[in-house]
Antibody, heavy 126, light 108 residues
């Protein structure tokens, strides 16, 4: 069964850094674009960042641009989100999510999500 | 950026009722719209993509319609397991991707 499992979330001070991981299983990870979507406590969904299957293309929400970096290691079937200069408003449950397009070139997206992980909680507070 | 507005923000209906949720885009997004269901304490689940295509495994009581700026998610014959918050998401001219604010559906 296809699965995504996030890890790395924890309590961090404002201005601090954190790296989230998302381990994928039971699908050809390198052929799918992946994204991070977050949900602040009691709030709605917010897209954070996306990366193409090859890793060549990355995209960010304005709210995190310049502070967050999305990357992937296709040999390890793992997606990452490096988070720097964290702010209180970054407090959220961070989900990784899979694009439904099987893309042999590793460059394209459908830009919606057919598989979600369970999320990892990031809390930014002093 | 294109904004997505859902209405109502919450609703209460009886089991067996037909429920309609609306999502409006601030610009024409053609048919590039997805709907997700998030049950309490659970992860989001894709229900519909391309405005009206039902994702595999989703019960047929769910349907989507619309194009351009106005879209609808309909639940025919509401069931107890449909208690959830429903989100629309536009993917026209992505990125950015934008979600609606959500509609919370409860049983009366």
């Amino acid at each position: 069964e296809m699965q995504l499992l996030e890890s790395g979330g924890e309590l961090v001070q404002p201005g601090g850094s954190l790296r989230l991981s998302c381990a994928a299983s039971d699908f050809r990870f390198s052929n799918y674009a992946m994204s991070w979507v977050r949900q602040a406590p009691g709030k709605g969904l917010e897209w954070v960042a996306s990366i193409s299957g090859s890793g060549a293309y990355t995209f960010y929400a304005d709210s995190v641009k310049g502070r967050f970096t999305v990357s992937r290691d296709n040999s390890r079937n793992t997606l990452y989100l490096e988070m720097d200069s964290l702010r209180a408003e970054d407090t959220a449950l961070y989900y990784c999510a899979k694009d439904p397009l099987f893309d042999s070139s590793g460059y394209y997206f459908y830009w919606y999500f057919d598989l979600w992980g369970r999320g990892t909680l990031v809390t930014v507070s002093s | 950026d294109i904004q997505m507005t859902q209405s109502p923000s919450s609703l209460s209906a009886s089991v067996g009722d037909r429920v309609t949720i609306t999502c409006r885009a601030s610009q024409d997004i053609s048919h590039y719209l997805a709907w997700y269901q998030q049950r309490p304490g659970k992860i989001p689940r894709l229900l519909i993509y391309a405005a009206s295509t039902l994702q595999s495994g989703v019960p047929s009581r769910f349907s989507g319609s619309g194009s351009g700026t106005d879209f609808t998610l309909t639940i025919n014959s509401l069931q107890p397991e449909d208690v959830a918050t429903y989100y629309c998401q536009k993917y026209h001219s992505a990125p950015p991707l934008t979600f609606g604010g959500g509609t919370k559906v409860e049983i009366k």
